[in-house]
């Protein structure tokens, strides 16, 4: 169970990373090395470029916003109000200015342009990563050859990392595995 939790995994990541890597280096040609970084630089570039228009986008639409939220103060401001209420036996209650409670605050101006910010670094984000892999993967599949080395070299590299796993459960009982987690 606590394995399930990235935070409680202890140096898998180091493991399954020098697997990687060597299946990286034996598997495959220089050339094919060479194409997978150039992918994966295509989707970083990609995805950090879609994280500033993201937040650039964010901001704008805050700024939007908030200009908005303003316009409907200022009108709302500027209308005729009731300032009394007469009820049917003639008594008169008067209505308290809510205008001041109404108003634009720097603190909600604060939390739409972090909130909107945030939305569009993670919108933009996803979409650039998303084109970044679709453009990364043109890249791969252009070569036929080279698509089927990484492709086995992958394959292989799944393979071996699912054995590791198996070796490590088959090596805890249930019970070291509560005790030392």
């Excluded at 805050?62 to 005729?80: D, I, P, Q, V």
Aim: proline share 3%.
């Amino acid at each position: 169970m606590a394995e399930s939790l990235a935070a409680f995994r202890k140096n898998q990541s180091q493991q399954l990373r020098q697997l990687a890597e060597a299946h990286f280096q034996h598997d495959l040609e220089q050339s094919d090395r060479d194409l997978l970084r150039n992918a994966g630089g295509k989707v970083s570039i990609y995805a950090g470029i879609g994280s500033l228009v993201g937040i650039g986008l964010g901001v704008f639409c805050a700024l939007r916003l908030r200009r908005m939220r303003l316009a409907y103060f200022n009108a709302f401001r500027a209308m005729e109000k009731p300032v009394e209420l007469k009820f049917a036996d003639g008594r008169t209650q008067p209505i308290p200015d809510i205008s001041e409670q109404l108003k634009p605050s720097r603190w909600g101006d604060a939390a739409t342009y972090f909130f909107f910010s945030l939305g569009g670094l993670f919108i933009g984000g996803e979409v650039g990563a998303l084109t970044g892999t679709a453009s990364a993967s043109s890249i791969i599949t252009k070569d036929p050859q080279a698509r089927a080395r990484i492709e086995t070299a992958f394959k292989n590299y799944r393979i071996d990392a699912m054995k590791q796993a198996i070796k490590e459960m088959e090596g805890k009982s249930k019970i070291e595995e509560l005790l030392l987690e």
